[in-house]
């Protein structure tokens, strides 16, 4: 219980990232992805008020914000889908879930998985009033969880006590890692590795923003870096200037198997939004697995 109050006491107040997810939220019900009781009115207002923003970016890079997080949403419900379908994962936790409708859609299409949503308290208190007014039923549950919270009732550790260790289980987090700097988020990867390692299959999914300083559309990312930050009053860091960077780093975090997937490469099969330059989100796969 003590050291409950202290990790509590100790781990930084990140909230402020919050308002981030009501315009993702937003995004996903504009493409079709969401429904309407996702959608808050700080989403339309943050919409409405990077309008032109997106409008200058398709301008001259040839592809807006919606652009990169509609490649970055999608690609990762396929990489769960193949996880659910093909390797047998049947309990799914989602950290950092914000507004995102993916456990509400993933459970109508699989409702044999068990789904944990976590957040910050404020936000998950807000996603499980949402979620109790599409009834979703007792096995998907929110939680908070503050991911810098290295032990005590809101870790990623107590998150996974909830869960049966015999069943194959996947972590998911979508537009949160770059939001903290590399050694805070190699920690997280390593508890999340370290964790995970108790169950019979261990996944973990994420979207990751890499430094690609050869980028032909590398000034307007260091402007979306400045625009995030403004947004969400702090820094909005890039990770890893390659795949093998990201490949490297994922092994020394604890990962047994890593896998970095342009989403160009599901241009094809998932009929993405396209960006006119090379893309700029990387969508990862890793495990903990035996080989
Ligand atoms: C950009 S939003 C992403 C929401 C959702 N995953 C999506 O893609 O629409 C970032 C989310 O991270 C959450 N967050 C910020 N700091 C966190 C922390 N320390 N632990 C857990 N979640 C955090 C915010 O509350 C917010 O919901």
Known sequence: MTSDIRSAQSAPDTS??????????YVWYRHGLSEQQFVTPAGRFAALALAPVNAFLRLVAGADIDTFLLQRHQVIDH????????EGVTQVVEIAAGLSPRGYRLRQRFPHIRYLEADLPAMAARKAQLLATLETGPEHQVYACNILQPEGPESIHSLLNKLNPVEKTVIVTEGLVNYFELPVIRAV??????GLKRFSGGYYVTDLYPDFADHPSYRYVKFAQKLVGFFTRGQWPLHYPSDDAIHAGFRQDGFSHTEVHDPAGFYDTLALPRARTRTLVRLIRADVNDD
């Not at 990232?17 to 315009?23: D, F, L, P, Q, R």
């Not at 990489?79 to 093909?86: F, H, M, P, Q, S």
């Not at 990867?189 to 370290?194: D, E, V």
């Open 16 to 25: 402020r990232i919050s308002i981030s997810a009501h315009y993702t939220g």
């Open 79 to 86: 990489l769960l889908t193949e996880l659910i379908e093909k």
């Open 189 to 194: 990867w390593s508890r999340i590795a370290s």
